[in-house]
């Protein structure tokens, strides 16, 4: 937030007027404040309180020409005027004059360098430059000045989500909310922060209170959407949206959000219109042009590519994940143009920046598959065997990222009887609360060895307990959260009738789709270095060859995205019967299903079966040594076998 700067002293013979008005300026009655004003300037034209308080009045009511005129008048007559300068500066940035407002705060700086109002505006408009650094440490600055200084706060959070660091951000609006527990904006960016945490609960608690304060709170608005939204709230998140944009038609971020909601439901041509009411209010904004390429193919002849390639001119002025979001629909656009060569180099810059943003431990990352082969032995699985809960409910359906595994969902959801919940992280989490109510100090694969009949019991019953909340009637809830495979002994323990889908893809074309996706909110760290995707990969082969040797033979189904795309009947005849399921013939028109569906593969799965998917990989052979290298025989078998065998 940035605040017109308080009020100058008055002085000369004018006081009693001049005092009068501010008087009736802090009451809010604007006209009669902005009618004394006048008068005072009428016979005195260069008095410079008069000038630089409806200057501010001015700036209050939006009238930001007129603001920037009277306040440039005031400091005609004296440029030592900390606050006008800084009053000055928000006008130019509201009139989209960047450069000149920045040089307005640093003059103000220079002027009184421990102005801390200065250097958080100063710091905005940094961040809206994408200088995220600078910005940072004018914050810093400011907050050196005035710890308590609750706007810099919460300004500084903003910093610190764009460089994804969320938990240091949480805690930065977090000491704003503690300082002035009725702070709109803080609260409203504490609820982001929580979002992209994946705390939606928390995130709404957040975001209620900012409205509650301030029932226009359009930010706020806009991220209740989406937290609603996580919470399978679609309609209220939808109202919330459009009473955002009601309050700020220009608000590009809210036509982004109402967009993405549209494009979950299916409602594609919804979703475009409304991605281009995004793009018209905002064009350089790269954030709506990377869901219009997700949201739909690019075909020769669309003028947003061309604005898209002008934008990245000038990328290095855009913060940091806009310059990701430009690269990463640039490559779409190209790739859907059939042009690899233009395609490659902006995947490639899309993921050195992307990944810049990302901390991932790879060798932790590694030894956490081999300590799973480590703890789930033969023998253990044998000497845990027959505790658990029994429902048939669960269905997981497990594989790596971009293997097909919410094409397979997607066919289950069209079965009357199958609720699909997608991507839940409900088995980490009953894992998680376990080990809080029993006070299990040891982690995850290690606790294993700890439980008794018992509490794997307890671990199946309160998965269930989560899921049956999903739907009260379905008689098969599915998960289909890919990384699950890294539960499977554990899900067996657990949940010993669970149905476990496995989907398999060809290696290279799993491994380049995952390089090829800008994931929301780095959501699978190793996506953005082709070397890190396939020593994943290869991790991920070794560690389903152990489950298939540890589990029973008939506990796990696996399909084959090929097999699938060339006799969808066959195989999804086999899916169904899997689950315990009569026949539906629906299960064939799964792009009908009526559901939300929140992955990468938004827009595929609301189309009939298609191959062109199968050795798309083929195009960008040229350019993806590094990971032929990493994938090991996985690539040699791919490269060798036309369509890619696994």
Known sequence: MKPPAPPVAAGGDAKQTLQLAMQLHRQGRFDEAARLYGLLLAKRPNDVDANHMLGALRLQQGRNEEAIRLMSAALKVNRRLPLTLTNLGLALERTGQPAKALAAYDEAIAVKPDYAPALNNRGLALLAAGRIADALASFDKALAIDANYVDALSNRGLVLLELNRREAALASFDRAVTINPNHPDALANRGRALLELGRPDAALASLERALAIHPGHALALNHRGGALTELGREEEAMASFERALALR??????????????????????????????????????????????????????PRV????????????????????????????HR????????????????????????????????????????????????????????????????????????????????????????????????????????????????????????????????????????????????????????????????????????????????????????????????????????????????????????????????????????????????VAHCGLEWDPRCLAFQNAERPVRTASIAEVRQPIYASSVGRWRAYEAFLGPLFEALGPSAAASREMGKGAL
Not at 362 to 389: H, I, K, V
């Open 249 to 302: 038609p220009d608000f590009a971020e809210a036509h982004e959000n109402k967009a993405s909601a549209l494009a979950q439901r299916g409602r594609m041509a919804e979703a475009a219109a409304a991605i281009d009411k995004a793009i018209a209010v905002a064009p350089r904004r790269a954030r709506a042009y990377f869901l219009s390429t997700t949201f739909a193919k690019v075909k020769p002849g669309d």
């Open 306 to 333: 061309q604005a898209m390639e002008k934008l990245a001119q000038e990328q290095n002025a855009l913060p940091v994940n806009e310059q990701i979001d430009l690269n990463f629909a640039l490559a779409k656009a």
């Open 336 to 575: 859907d143009l059939g042009d690899p060569a233009r395609a490659f180099p902006r995947l490639v810059e899309g993921a050195r920046l992307r990944r810049g943003t990302i901390a991932y431990d790879e060798t932790r990352a590694l030894q956490g598959f081999e300590r799973a082969r480590a703890t789930f032995t033969r023998e253990l699985m044998e000497r845990a065997s027959g505790g658990g809960d029994a429902s048939r409910l669960p269905v997981f359906i497990i594989g790596m990222p971009r293997s097909g595994t919410t094409l397979i969902e997607q066919i289950l959801a069209a079965h009357p009887k199958v609720f699909a919940a997608g991507e839940i992280g409900d088995f980490d989490k009953a894992v998680e609360a376990l080990r809080t109510k029993e006070t299990i100090a040891t982690p995850y694969p290690e606790l294993v060895r700890e439980l008794s009949a018992a509490q794997f019991s307890a671990l199946g019953a309160d998965y269930l307990r989560r899921i049956r909340a999903l739907s009260s009637a379905a008689e098969r809830i599915t998960n289909k959260t890919p990384e699950n495979f890294t539960f499977l002994g554990l899900i067996r323990l657990a949940l010993p009738k669970a149905q476990i889908i496995h989907v398999r893809r060809d290696p290279v074309d799993t491994c380049f789709s995952i390089f090829s996706q800008n994931f929301a909110q780095g959501g699978v760290p190793y996506a953005y270095d082709l070397g890190e995707i396939g020593r994943i990969y290869r991790a991920y082969e070794s560690l389903m060859e152990h489950w298939r040797m540890v589990l029973p033979a008939d506990a796990m189904l696996e399909l084959r995205y090929e097999d699938v795309v060339a006799d969808l009947e066959t195989q999804a005849r086999r899916l």
